[in-house]
T-cell receptor, first 118, second 116 residues
């Protein structure tokens, strides 16, 4: 596609439920990032994929959060037993290269998924 | 760990005027990259301008320019001839070249309002 797409645009769920957020990166981009943006804050890094593997998941807040990218393209961020504190905008970004690639390596962002946990 | 500080939560400027948004950062790395992103109400983060730390010349992109002071760890954004469409949140971001990857480290943002 022309840009990074994310679905759904908005997701409302109840505390304790399981949610999946999807990211479709720009075709051919090998690197994919997930960020979380809480109200009034800048985005915070969650996880970085290089191809199919999670190269850096140091930003995941706890083991309720998990992400996959099985075919090196689409990625899904999964949140188990959601809590009210998980409410935020979840942003996905992709870049042509990851580690070891072009030093500049611009990240292109999707429009985000706004998650609200009631 | 790197930190990025944007000390101006909100700014306002009249159309056609010039405004400067400030950003400071803290790092022990010598090679890194700095960015300014714009986030309109649509939530889409858009890259405005970038600067490589090893380049002494300040980056310029049309009406947008930066004042990069490496010793002072300062990276301010100047918007000239402000337009109504410049109204948005502006985020300063830092990225280094360590093995941890290319994740961006963002400040808290500055909300810019351009008034007629």
């Amino acid at each position: 596609g022309a840009g990074v797409s994310q679905t759904p645009s908005n997701k409302v769920t109840e505390k304790g439920k399981y949610v999946e957020l999807r990211c479709d990166p720009i075709s051919g981009h090998t690197a994919l990032y997930w960020y979380r943006q809480s109200l009034g804050q800048g985005p915070e890094f969650l996880i970085y994929f290089q191809g199919t593997g999670a190269a850096d998941d140091s930003g995941l807040p706890n083991d309720r959060f998990f992400a996959v990218r099985p075919e090196g393209s689409v990625s899904t961020l999964k949140i188990q037993r959601t809590e009210r504190g998980d409410s935020a905008v979840y942003l996905c970004a992709s870049s042509l290269y990851g580690r070891g690639g072009s030093s500049y390596n611009e990240q292109f962002f999707g429009p985000g998924t706004r998650l609200t946990v009631l | 760990a790197q930190t990025v500080t944007q000390s101006q939560p909100e700014m306002s400027v009249q159309e056609a005027e010039t405004v400067t948004l400030s950003c400071t950062y803290d790092t022990s790395e010598s090679n890194y990259y700095l960015f300014w992103y714009k986030q309109p109400p649509s939530r889409q983060m858009i890259l405005v301008i970038r600067q490589e730390a090893y380049k002494q010349q300040n980056a310029t992109e049309n009406r947008f320019s930066v004042n990069f002071q490496k010793a002072a760890k300062s990276f301010s954004l100047k918007i000239s001839d402000s337009q109504l469409g410049d109204t948005a949140m502006y985020f300063c971001a830092f990225r280094d070249d360590r093995d941890s990857g290319y994740a961006l480290n963002f400040g808290k943002g500055t909300s810019l309002l351009v008034t007629p």
